[in-house]
T-cell receptor, first 116, second 115 residues
Framework: GAVVSQHPSRVICKSGTSVKIECRSL??????MFWYRQFPKKSLMLMAT?????????EQGVEKDKFLINHASLTLSTLTVTSAHPEDSSFYIC????????????FGPGTRLTVL | AQSVTQLDSQVPVFEEAPVELRCNYSSSVSVYLFWYVQYPNQGLQLLLK??????LVKGINGFEAEFNKSQTSFHLRKPSVHISDTAEYFCAVRQSTGTASKLTFGTGTRLQVTL
């Protein structure tokens, strides 16, 4: 399958700062990228869907001004957690897909965010 | 809207024993079905998927699943597990009609394989 990377794998930041997480599809053109949040011992919660060159579509209850998503190219999407607080600490996972086959979604390894 | 139920949050099993991880779904439209595995601190890896055709689907690492439309189930099975199968397993569905792209996940089942 295709390879999706995330950077950084772990990040610790102070409360009130912003953190950017990158998601890259290394060997295919990802027209669509998904951002998930996973709480301990919980399922993945879809935060938003982003199509390359368009504004992201956020799921109900997700603050779009807090979780800024950019998908400017077919190989890169970024999630910026603005003014992070301890309750934003979580495991963030992205997945990438091409519009021709949403049944083939390739997941990144995840980013562990800890806000102090 | 769709929903996925994984009733077993944890399944302990001895090595070389068979295992079944249960998944039931609810949907007002036809769906595609998936099983993913997640190893500690890693992303998800696709085990297998059902799109159409034979209801018995074989995946990687010796896993298989059977789609049962009447029971709205998609249980995952393996005849003989290994220590290395210890991981979190997620069942997921995606609407098969229209252009909807998102996956809906169950809450996961922790498979713990011991000697």
């Amino acid at each position: 399958g295709a390879v999706v990377s995330q950077h950084p794998s772990r990040v610790i930041c102070k409360s009130g700062t912003s953190v950017k997480i990158e998601c890259r599809s290394l060997d295919f053109q990802a027209t669509t990228m998904f951002w998930y949040r996973q709480f301990p011992k919980k399922s993945l919660m879809l935060m938003a869907t982003s199509n390359e060159g368009s504004k992201a579509t956020y799921e109900q209850g997700v603050e779009k001004d807090k979780f800024l998503i950019n998908h400017a190219s077919l190989t890169l999407s970024t999630l910026t957690v603005t003014s992070a607080h301890p309750e934003d600490s979580s495991f963030y996972i992205c997945s990438a897909a091409h519009w021709s086959s949403y049944n083939e979604q390739f997941f990144g390894p995840g980013t562990r965010l800890t806000v102090l | 809207a769709q929903s996925v139920t994984q009733l077993d949050s944890q399944v302990p099993v001895f090595e070389e024993a068979p295992v079944e991880l249960r998944c039931n779904y609810s949907s007002s439209v036809s769906v595609y079905l998936f099983w993913y595995v997640q190893y500690p601190n890693q992303g998800l890896q696709l085990l297998l998927k059902y799109l159409s055709g034979s209801t018995l689907v074989k995946g990687i690492n010796g896993f298989e699943a059977e789609f049962n439309k009447s029971q709205t189930s998609f249980h995952l099975r393996k005849p003989s597990v290994h220590i290395s199968d210890t991981a979190e397993y997620f069942c997921a569905v995606r609407q098969s009609t229209g252009t909807a792209s998102k996956l809906t996940f169950g809450t996961g089942t922790r498979l713990q394989v011991t000697l």
